[in-house]
């Protein structure tokens, strides 16, 4: 399965959601269930993750399907066209260093810091301003 097929199956795949994701192909992003230890070990709240790679999703979101599916898989493919234009190191130190400054500086807890990580800001509004009914509720990124 690929992330493609899942914005197909979601009502998803529209020219101007795949303009706001060049240049990744969304055909071309694998996603997988996360393994069972992963599924066990993750907080609760983590649905999905992106990884340079692939998208992984829990069993039980991928099970739900439909628009919060759909919103989950554009959310984390934001994640895979950050990951291609930061690279790696890039992504890992951008992410990381907005998490820790709002975390140190900020003494924000989790929640709040992670919601000012400048690249989850982005996909969190590519998905609202394509589904204004977004309430947010994703993922986080590795
Ligand atoms: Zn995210």
Redesign the pocket.
Known sequence: MNAGELLVASGLDRPEIRVRLQPVWPESIPVKVFPHWVDILLPTWIEAM?TPSAIWVRARSLALGGKRLGRLIL??L??ARQWREHGVIGFLRHYLSDYLRARIRGRQKHRAAYRSIS??AE??GICASFLPDSRGR????G
């Open positions: 992106t959310h984390e934001v994640h690249l989850e996909a969190y994703g993922d986080t990124t």
